[in-house]
């Protein structure tokens, strides 16, 4: 198993240009998760989707940020424009996500710089 | 409010020597804890699960325990290793409603020869 795939791995912008960062989730897993993790902030979850609908995206900082997930094996996380404070790690993961398994499965993550 | 804080927030520590991580958390109502290990520009991988029952649970060199009245968890590390210098993340799970969980800040670990 290839685990949960990130691209790109660093991403280096300019403010107001938009950024595209992707994720494949394990295959059979039903939920997925966009997080952003900062060393002020730790990890902060941005949106999680369940069975490629979204469940929770009341971490979503503002309406800069989109996220889709048009089928089981894909899902994009769209910044536009893009702003320095939006520097960070984004980390995707996904989980099986039964009543006995929550366990998430992390990407390798996406270095976000705007600058 | 649902939080998870961990101690210290940064650690070094000689090889071969043991630690000990600590996580205070207010999630309620309750479901279970894991802790999770980060290396550097990598994502966490979970090293263990605790949940209400459990008091005591090992993985090879690490020993976690949870104390579920006072709401404290404790990752062991023995005989450490270079190789164990990494983030040490304590997550809590709730029991109400979807998949939610809180996530500590972490624990920086070095470990030096």
């Known amino acids: 198993d290839a685990g949960v795939i990130q691209s790109p791995r660093h991403e280096v912008t300019e403010m107001g240009q938009e950024v595209t960062l992707r994720c494949k989730p394990i295959?059979?897993?039903?939920?997925l998760f966009w997080y952003r993790q900062t060393m002020m902030r730790g990890l902060e979850l941005l949106i999680y989707?369940?069975?490629?609908?979204?469940?929770?995206d009341s971490g979503m900082p503002e309406d800069r940020f989109s996220a889709k997930m048009p089928n089981a094996s894909f899902s994009t996380l769209k910044i536009q424009p893009s702003e320095p404070r939006d520097s960070a790690v984004y980390f995707c993961?996904?989980?099986?996500?039964?009543?006995?398994?929550?366990?998430?499965?992390f990407g390798s993550g996406t270095q976000l710089s705007v600058l | 409010k649902n939080q998870v804080e961990q101690s210290p927030q940064s650690l070094i520590i000689l090889e071969g020597k043991n630690c000990t991580l600590q996580?205070?958390?207010?999630?309620?109502?309750?479901?279970?804890l894991r802790w999770y290990k980060q290396d550097t520009g990598r994502g966490p991988v979970s090293l263990t699960i605790?949940?209400?029952?459990?008091n005591t649970k090992s993985n090879g060199r690490y020993t976690a325990t949870l104390d579920a009245d006072t709401k404290q968890s404790s990752l062991h590390i023995t005989a450490s290793q270079l190789s164990d210098s990494a983030s040490y993340i304590c997550?809590?799970?709730?029991?109400?409603?979807?998949?939610?969980?809180?996530f500590g800040t972490g624990t920086k670990l070095q470990v030096i020869p």
């Open positions: 605790m949940t209400f029952s459990e």
């Open positions: 295959s059979g897993h039903n939920s």
């Open positions: 996580c205070n958390y207010t999630v309620s109502p309750f479901s279970n």
């Open positions: 997550v809590v799970r709730n029991s109400g409603g979807y998949q939610k969980v809180t």
């Open positions: 989707f369940n069975n490629n609908v979204p469940i929770d």
């Open positions: 993961a996904s989980s099986p996500l039964t009543a006995t398994n929550e366990k998430l499965f």
